[in-house]
């Protein structure tokens, strides 16, 4: 799978890929969008979150190469959407019970696709940390998250360098 394609994929999985980004790059990535057996009107007309599930759908299980987000590149893309994820908490553009939502998916997708369930290591103490947060009240207990998040975030970092 094109590495753009897996990238949205997994944003789509992880639900935080937008209308705006499925469109983009629907219109750059023609022949890979007619292949997911999705038209044009069903962009314009399915909910989000309802795209977002059919659209991962289709384009993880019509992959030719059979991506795996176990791979270099999953692992890659993964981390570079947890990052981006980090970013968008810590500036408040999300809801940390937003953010652990994604975060938990992202880790029973990689569970329920790796040989042995092995724990993604890259996701740190996030299990813990979101455990802390409260569904009920948005910014109850999410010092340690923010902690959790920046050590990943600067982790990553480096690691990038």
Same mark, same amino acid.
């Given at each position: 799978?094109?590495?753009?394609?897996?990238?949205?994929?997994?944003?789509?999985?992880?639900?935080?890929?937008?209308?705006?980004?499925?469109?983009?790059?629907?219109?750059?990535?023609?022949?890979?969008?007619?292949?997911?057996?999705?038209?044009?009107?069903?962009?314009?007309?399915?909910?989000?979150?309802?795209?977002?599930?059919?659209?991962?759908?289709?384009?993880?299980?019509?992959? $030719?190469?059979?991506?795996?987000?176990?791979? /270099?590149?999953?692992? !890659? #893309?993964?981390? %570079?959407?947890?990052? +981006?994820?980090?970013?968008?908490?810590?500036?408040?553009?999300?809801?940390?019970?937003?953010?652990?939502?994604?975060?938990?998916?992202?880790?029973?997708y990689y569970l329920d696709n790796t040989p042995g369930r092995a724990y993604p290591y890259f996701l740190g103490d996030l299990y813990n940390a979101c455990d802390w947060c409260s569904n009920d009240?948005? $910014?109850?207990?999410?010092?340690?998250?923010? /902690?959790?998040?920046? !050590? #990943?975030?600067? %982790?990553?970092?480096? +690691?990038?360098?």
């Amino acid at each position: 799978m094109e590495e753009s394609a897996a990238r949205l994929a997994l944003r789509c999985r992880l639900a935080v890929a937008t209308r705006e980004e499925i469109l983009d790059w629907a219109n750059r990535h023609g022949d890979a969008f007619e292949q997911t057996g999705m038209g044009w009107d069903e962009i314009h007309a399915t909910g989000l979150g309802r795209l977002q599930t059919r659209l991962a759908d289709q384009m993880l299980s019509r992959s $030719q190469d059979g991506f795996r987000i176990d791979s /270099e590149l999953g692992i !890659r #893309l993964c981390k %570079e959407i947890l990052c +981006a994820e980090i970013v968008r908490l810590h500036r408040k553009e999300i809801l940390p019970k937003e953010f652990c939502s994604s975060m938990m998916t992202l880790e029973a997708y990689y569970l329920d696709n790796t040989p042995g369930r092995a724990y993604p290591y890259f996701l740190g103490d996030l299990y813990n940390a979101c455990d802390w947060c409260s569904n009920d009240d948005p $910014q109850y207990n999410t010092d340690y998250l923010l /902690e959790e998040t920046q !050590r #990943l975030l600067d %982790e990553h970092s480096r +690691a990038r360098s």
